[in-house]
């Protein structure tokens, strides 16, 4: 009897299993190994910033990352106060909220849509992306979810669609975590430090805020994936 793949065999048994299966690999991942990863939830990041600003009809001009895993998005010009908060907070909120819409799509049975959505995006920011760490990351990253969506059986593509959202989810949770602990959200110049300036209430708040929101999305999305919804 030939073997049958991790993947398709915890499809066939149970759909859940899938979701558990891909929160382990998500979770190692995205808190073990962040410091590699960290690159793939910078992009998510910044992309929150970028997506955000273009439905609010604003030019986004550049996409940096550099080889510490910060980055910064800039615009055609001085955003409106109305504009900024939202694009300043969705930065910290990206990762969850791509992450919210791969799972809503892989609990559906869409997994090949989750990839062409991101790939989609990912192909739009490279014409944005910019200094050699973003020359390679946001490349590699379009090759290696186009050989996903185009080369992957059914049963694997549904898991990887399930470890995606897991990933963005949980790496968004131990962004907001890293820059509590680390003091970062008092950084000036930081999404937590523009945010005081435009609101005026302390950058910790806002770090708590984020946090919270992360958290919140994660508990959500997980719910959804686990099929508890």
Do not use: C, N
Not at 205 to 212: D, E, H, K, N, T
């Amino acid at each position: 009897m030939a073997p049958v793949p991790l993947a398709a065999a915890a499809t066939a048994a149970d759909p859940a299993r899938v979701a558990v299966l891909a929160a382990v690999i998500a979770w190692v991942g995205a808190v073990p190994m962040f410091m590699v990863t960290k690159f793939a939830a910078t992009v998510a990041h910044e992309g929150g910033h970028a997506l955000v600003g273009r439905l609010f009809a604003q030019k986004v001009v550049s996409i940096r990352l550099e080889r510490s895993g910060e980055a910064a998005t800039t615009f055609g010009g001085k955003l409106p106060w109305l504009v900024d908060v939202p694009v300043t907070m969705m930065g910290h909120l990206g990762p969850s909220a791509f992450g919210l819409g791969a799972a809503w799509l892989a609990v559906r049975g869409y997994s090949a849509a989750v990839f062409w959505a991101s790939l989609g995006f990912l192909v739009v920011m490279l014409f944005v992306v910019r200094g050699p760490v973003g020359w390679l990351v946001v490349p590699a990253l379009v090759v290696l979810v186009f050989l996903v969506a185009l080369y992957t059986e059914p049963p694997t593509q549904a898991l990887l669609a399930h470890v995606w959202a897991w990933f963005l989810l949980i790496a968004a949770v131990e962004q907001s975590l890293l820059v509590m602990r680390g003091g970062v959200y008092a950084k000036k110049g930081s999404d937590h430090d523009e945010l005081r300036r435009l609101t005026l209430l302390p950058p910790a708040v806002w770090g708590v805020l984020l946090l919270a929101g992360s958290v919140a999305a994660l508990a959500y999305g997980g719910r959804m994936l686990l099929r508890l919804e």
